[in-house]
């Protein structure tokens, strides 16, 4: 299941709703919202969202894992709108009878969430400027590191 | 000429200072499209990781656009 919510996101909810008796393991990842980025102290985050396009490809992200590391189920949930510092802004989990699966499903899922669906991120700084996240250089630092939040 | 609808999201729509318009164009690809649009709004962002959507389906640059066609220009994405 993939979606895209406007409210907090209900994690307890996400957790129980992937309960499954052949199950060895749960891996999760959640992405907070940080009070800083490259130097500059944050405030915030704005996640500006196209849905339509979003659930469809996110969707299809999901379908993909399942067919590279087969798992029992898996859930992902993205935030749209204002986030405040500490705030969760993406949530996957993935259970499936091995941790091997579950690792490499999760870090899967969260690596192209990142880099394809119709999301975009603005930061406000504590200065009170605002800016778009320039997601050309995230996706370079990316590919060679898998770094990012 | 055809007539396409841009839809333009994050600093695609602030460049442009609106979210949508209906426009008589002289394209045959959603790259044309990406590049009249731009130069009518004075955006100078690299096509680099942009990303483009035909009627609601992710395309490549180089696919054919038609009248009444409705295109999603797409600044690079920054979801997590």
């Given at each position: 299941?993939?979606?895209?919510?406007?409210?907090?996101?209900?994690v307890g909810d996400l957790?129980?709703?992937?309960?499954?008796?052949?199950?060895?393991?749960?891996?999760?990842?959640?992405?907070?919202?940080?009070?800083?980025?490259?130097?500059?102290?944050?405030?915030?985050?704005?996640?500006?969202?196209?849905?339509?396009?979003?659930?469809?490809?996110?969707?299809?992200?999901?379908?993909?894992?399942?067919?590279?590391?087969?798992?029992?189920?898996?859930?992902?949930?993205?935030?749209?709108?204002?986030?405040?510092?500490?705030?969760?802004?993406?949530?996957?989990?993935?259970?499936?009878?091995?941790?091997?699966?579950?690792?490499?499903?999760?870090?899967?899922?969260?690596?192209?969430?990142?880099?394809?669906?119709?999301?975009?991120?603005?930061?406000?700084?504590?200065?009170?400027?605002?800016?778009?996240?320039?997601?050309?250089?995230?996706?370079?630092?990316?590919?060679?590191?898998?770094?990012?939040? | 000429?055809?007539?396409i609808t841009v839809r333009?999201?994050?600093?695609?729509?602030?460049?442009?200072?609106?979210?949508?318009?209906?426009?008589?164009?002289?394209?045959?690809?959603?790259?044309?499209?990406?590049?009249?649009?731009?130069?009518?709004?004075?955006?100078?962002?690299?096509?680099?990781?942009?990303?483009?959507?035909?009627?609601?389906?992710?395309?490549?640059?180089?696919?054919?656009?038609?009248?009444?066609?409705?295109?999603?220009?797409?600044?690079?994405?920054?979801?997590?």
């Amino acid at each position: 299941m993939f979606a895209i919510s406007d409210e907090e996101i209900p994690v307890g909810d996400l957790r129980k709703g992937l309960t499954d008796s052949g199950a060895g393991g749960l891996c999760v990842f959640e992405g907070w919202v940080r009070n800083e980025n490259d130097g500059r102290a944050v405030n915030r985050l704005e996640y500006e969202v196209y849905e339509p396009l979003a659930i469809q490809e996110g969707t299809k992200v999901l379908e993909e894992a399942k067919q590279k590391f087969p798992f029992l189920r898996a859930s992902c949930v993205h935030r749209s709108g204002l986030l405040e510092i500490g705030d969760c802004a993406v949530w996957v989990g993935v259970v499936a009878p091995h941790r091997e699966e579950a690792f490499k499903a999760c870090r899967y899922i969260i690596d192209q969430i990142k880099n394809r669906l119709p999301i975009w991120k603005k930061e406000h700084y504590a200065d009170g400027d605002s800016d778009w996240v320039n997601c050309e250089r995230c996706a370079n630092v990316n590919a060679q590191s898998g770094a990012g939040n | 000429m055809k007539n396409i609808t841009v839809r333009y999201f994050a600093m695609f729509r602030e460049h442009a200072g609106l979210g949508e318009e209906t426009l008589s164009l002289n394209v045959s690809t959603a790259l044309d499209v990406f590049e009249q649009t731009r130069s009518r709004h004075g955006s100078s962002e690299p096509i680099g990781h942009c990303k483009v959507a035909v009627n609601d389906e992710m395309v490549d640059w180089s696919s054919a656009v038609n009248d009444g066609d409705t295109v999603l220009l797409f600044p690079p994405v920054a979801g997590g």
